[in-house]
């Protein structure tokens, strides 16, 4: 790989990268660190060793960076997220080193293959979905742009769920990433900070009978840890921290219960600190009221901060300068809670006063909002607010009161508009909305796509953004085009290096280029070429891993996410058993070989999300056995979709489904990955689809179904799904084969209810778009049967994806939103 850029400092002190040396430290980690010599090392143990060598070499960089960036003043990002989707790192680590090819080599030298023991390495699957992929992304952006920056979350022992199918039933197991030990980070233990919970506040007053401060008297208390994994940028350009808390018991107090007998106390204390950092709620887009989450949520925050108190105060002695000096990001309300927690920390430990401190407070924190959805807009009972962080209470009643008064000053709102700015919700049972306290507490509050950032104004911050018309702003999203391209497309960006030369692996939007060979015959030959690799490659997965073959040269159509209603995969099914059915019905017609993936997971709790996922298994055994298909048409359920399985996908796609009801996808970065791998698009205008087209031009995606005003005035103007299901034919006919147990013959009647769900409110609007969305598909086969014309809009969404960079994004929020250099 040539090195013609160079990042802002001068040479990465990586040392030797010859293989032979890297060969060399390999062995001498698998001695010396894991006391094995080559004879005995398991694949495991090559792993560890592989990764430790490595991991020196960038301990190296990233002392390096922290202390570059502590010299230089500069001034910080901290991203605070509840969720980090990072998955492998490995690959990540050894292709922006460059010595991706050199420790292939060396491994080689020593017997071992790199995609063996590449496999075996964990996926960290610390999130949900798209929100926590977003903040791994973010963090490679920001070591890659050279902006100082520490990521900060929760190092939950068991992440995302790991779902297995059985019978055709989602089925959840826990994820055990840790089992082998965590060659990536490190423990600080000399990096904990106490954490409170319950209890009451005392009143200090001075002898002249003046309040003088306020004292948190917490009874539950336990330690928070961290362990820091180092995360580096293209090329090295710099290393920056994820610093993830663990929960501990406080050690003097429980060995005090323990020597006192009371051992069953002591255990008890012991499981309430490990709880904190167990599990990851595994809802996305939904409400997650359980206790443990606010305890969750308010225990990475308070660590977080206190983390950045400390480290600003021992720099700059005080805490007035803390917004020129630090950024702290609020991915989602999930860390909302830091809002009056700085406000404490400010006031009862450093004894500023409120205006003070509500200064500091809004100059420091930024927040973005990910979704729309009511049952998603997070809140949390006052009572249970009040009981877990009782002084948090009082300072959210002082927020409220002083925002209320700035409201009721302008004269321009009304009663009703001001309990819907109001920080608690004060009809039905009191709460306190996590969003509107994450507003009034940032001096900017971004959406995630232009149509997102609109809504956001126009619905659920409608009012307040009337009060604080400066403070709503867009930031598209964005995909780091290391992983999601150089690293899970090796073939495309050989291809891509070979046409255009390698100025876009430094600067991704220059990738452009490539929109020229759209028009060059032989060009197009390879990239069909490289396209057929990565199908074979995902074919011969399924095939091992669930025994079903499907044909390479079929078109690869592929809707991978969560499964939730408003991403419509029902719309999809419903759609497979309609082509199902006019496969039969019309054998004369010459249709084209399609083959339908679907992948994600359900939120355990969430009943439909379950039953879908049930269908496509459903529909896919009977379809898949039924030889009057002849082969036509697949459907595949991939299990467990997580990033190391997207990364499989995702090159392999022709077809990229993007079909959430108009108005419900907050932007979408699924979307942004299939494009840059050269799938076209069959989506609604949601989401940053909307963007998509704009930039790969109207004739390169499929665009379909109601747009969001049209899905608006459906709702308000009393739409009735069973009309429109029982004018469009081959719908109705999909309904009711589903309905009666064509697909079930052991259970009839499972899937009746949902069915029946469509004939009587359709919320997602599935039954409406069903029409416009069939016609699109046959729309698609047409392109498809033209083979080199589907290939030139291919790697025309390929050439114009690249603004859908995260670089791009972070940059945005480098000079919009945070003031620092990038
Ligand atoms: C990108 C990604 C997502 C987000 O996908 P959407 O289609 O935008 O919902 C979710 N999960 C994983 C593993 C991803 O890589």
């Not at 002695?317 to 809002?339: E, M, Q, R």
């Not at 420091?364 to 959805?373: D, E, I, K, Q, V």
């Not at 056995?625 to 299990?639: A, E, T």
């Not at 790697?795 to 620092?820: C, H, L, M, P």
Request: hydrophobic fraction near 40%.
């Amino acid at each position: 790989m040539t090195r013609a850029v160079t990042p802002k400092i001068p040479e990465p002190p990586l040392g030797d990268t010859s293989p032979e040396a890297l060969a060399a430290e390999i062995l001498s980690a698998l001695k010396y660190r894991l006391g094995k010599d080559a004879t005995v090392a398991t694949d495991y143990d090559w792993l560890t060793a592989s990764i430790k060598v490595v991991r020196d070499r960038i301990v190296d960089e990233w002392i390096s960076s922290t202390k570059e960036a502590y010299d230089q003043s500069a001034k910080r990002v901290y991203y605070l997220s509840l969720e980090f989707l990072i998955g492998r790192l490995m690959r990540d680590a050894f292709s922006n080193l460059g010595l991706m090819d050199a420790m292939r080599q060396a491994l080689a030298s020593l017997g071992v293959e790199f995609d063996v023991i590449a496999r075996l390495e964990p996926d960290a699957a610390l999130g949900n979905g798209g929100l926590g992929r977003l903040a791994a992304c973010f963090m490679e952006s920001m070591a890659t742009v050279d902006i100082p920056a520490h990521g900060y979350g929760i190092r939950y022992a068991n992440g995302m769920f790991r779902q297995e199918i059985h019978d055709g039933w989602q089925v959840e197991l826990p994820e055990t990433w840790l089992e082998h030990g965590n060659p990536w980070e490190f423990e600080r233990r000399e990096r904990a900070f106490e954490v409170g919970f319950g209890g009451s506040v005392e009143s200090i007053t001075a002898p002249d009978g003046r309040l003088e401060r306020h004292v948190w008297k917490p009874t539950d208390r336990v330690l928070a840890v961290a362990y820091d994994t180092p995360v580096v940028g293209w090329r090295g350009a710099r290393v920056n921290t994820l610093r993830l808390w663990s929960g501990m018991p406080l050690d003097p107090i429980l060995l005090d219960r323990f020597n006192a007998g009371d051992h069953i106390g002591a255990l008890a204390e012991s499981n309430k600190a490990d709880a904190l950092s167990r599990v990851l709620y595994p809802a996305d887009s939904h409400k997650e009221g359980q206790e443990l989450r606010l305890r969750q949520e308010y225990f990475f925050s308070t660590a977080s901060l206190q983390d950045i108190l400390q480290r600003h105060i021992s720099k700059y002695g005080d805490l007035i300068s803390l917004p020129d000096k630090a950024a702290i990001h609020l991915n989602d309300t999930h860390p909302a809670v830091a809002v009056p927690e700085l406000m404490r920390l400010l006031m009862d430990v450093h004894g500023m006063d409120f205006d003070t401190s509500w200064d500091i407070t809004r100059r420091t924190f930024a927040y973005t909002n990910h979704t729309l959805l009511p049952e998603a807009l997070e809140s949390w009972p006052v009572p249970l607010f009040e009981r877990l962080l009782p002084r948090h209470m009082q300072i959210v009643y002082a927020i409220n009161a002083e925002v209320l008064l700035e409201a009721r000053a302008t004269g321009r709102f009304n009663g009703e508009q001001i309990s819907r700015i109001s920080l608690i919700q004060e009809n039905g049972e009191r709460r306190v909305r996590m969003g509107n306290l994450a507003f009034a507490g940032s001096h900017s509050v971004n959406g995630v796509s232009a149509l997102h950032t609109e809504l956001m104004k126009e619905t659920v911050f409608a009012d307040l953004h009337s009060l604080y018309p400066d403070r709503i702003n867009n930031k598209t999203n964005g995909i780091t085009p290391r992983r999601w391209l150089i690293q899970c497309n090796p073939g495309l960006t050989g291809l891509a290096r070979e046409a255009i030369g390698d100025r876009f692996l430094d600067d991704i939007e220059a990738i452009r280029e490539l929109d020229g060979f759209a028009g060059d015959a032989a060009f197009r030959d390879k990239f069909a070429a490289v396209k057929r690799a990565n199908k074979v490659r995902l074919s011969n997965l399924v095939a091992e891993r669930l025994g079903i073959k499907v044909d390479p040269s079929a078109l690869f159509d592929i809707q991978i996410k969560r499964i939730h209603e408003y991403k419509r995969q029902l719309l999809n099914i419903i759609e497979a058993v309609a082509l199902y059915d006019q496969i039969r019905s019309h054998p004369e017609r010459e249709w084209m070989p399609r083959v339908k993936f679907f992948g994600g997971k359900a939120a355990p709790s969430y009943h439909n999300a379950k039953l879908i996922i049930k269908l496509a298994n459903d529909v896919a055994r009977v379809i898949n056995s039924d030889p009057s298909v002849r082969g036509l048409l697949k459907v595949v359920f991939v299990p467990n979709y997580n990033v190391s399985v997207a990364e499989i996908l995702m090159p392999a796609a022709d077809l990229s489904e993007q079909i959430s009801t108009a108005g419900m996808e907050a932007s979408g970065t699924g979307n942004m990955k299939f494009a840059l791998n050269g799938a076209l698009t069959i989506g609604t205008l949601d989401g940053a689809n909307v963007e998509i087209k704009e930039h790969v031009g109207d004739d390169n995606i499929f665009i379909f179904g109601l747009t969001t005003e049209e899905v608006a005035q459906r709702r308000n103007s009393s739409y009735q799904p069973a009309a429109v299901i029982d004018g469009s034919p081959e719908l109705k006919q999909a309904v009711a084969a589903i309905s009666s147990g064509v697909f079930s013959p052991d259970d009839p009647a499972r899937y009746r209810e949902l069915m029946d769900g469509l004939y009587q409110h359709d919320w997602f609007m599935v039954a409406a778009d069903f029409d416009s969305y069939a016609a699109a598909q046959r729309q698609v086969d047409t392109v498809w049967r033209d083979s080199p014309d589907w290939y030139a809009r291919a790697i025309r969404n390929v050439a114009r994806v690249g603004w859908f960079s995260s670089d791009r994004t972070i940059r945005q929020y480098a000079k919009e939103i945070w003031n620092v250099p990038a």
